[in-house]
């Protein structure tokens, strides 16, 4: 089993930053992929930023050049700062992880729990 545990999320101003951070603990596989998602009320949970462990990125097209995703591999853990907030970015951020045992192995998701972030205007 995998547990994810997120913190940094708050209240800040727009154009303010903050900068969450995500644990994982249990079985952890050496190659995997982390990211965050967002999901805000009504809406669907939607990707904001993925990191393989090899530290290849993707990024939603809303905060390209405002949100930076890294990893520390050794701690098991992902980061994602987040510049230029805007309102719209108001949401609760879930941390995800997928990793598979092995290349025959169908891959597992796994969901933090999730911390909010509100951005004022």
């Known amino acids: 089993q995998v547990q994810l545990v997120e913190s940094g999320g708050g209240l800040v101003q727009a154009g303010g930053s903050l900068r969450l951070s995500c644990a994982a603990s249990g079985t952890i596989f050496r190659l995997n992929i982390m990211g965050w998602y967002h999901q805000a009320p009504g809406e669907q949970r939607k990707m904001v930023a993925t990191?393989?462990?090899?530290?290849?990125?993707n990024y939603a097209d809303s905060v390209k050049g405002r949100f930076t995703i890294s990893r520390d591999n050794a701690k098991n853990t992902v980061f994602l700062q987040m510049n230029s907030l805007k309102p719209e970015d108001t949401a609760v951020y879930y941390c995800?992880?997928?990793?598979?045992?092995?290349?025959?192995?169908?891959?597992?998701?796994?969901w933090g729990r999730g911390t909010l972030v509100t951005v004022s205007s």
């Open positions: 995800w992880l997928a990793q598979a045992a092995d290349p025959n192995s169908d891959a597992r998701g796994y």
């Open positions: 990191i393989t462990s090899g530290g290849s990125t």
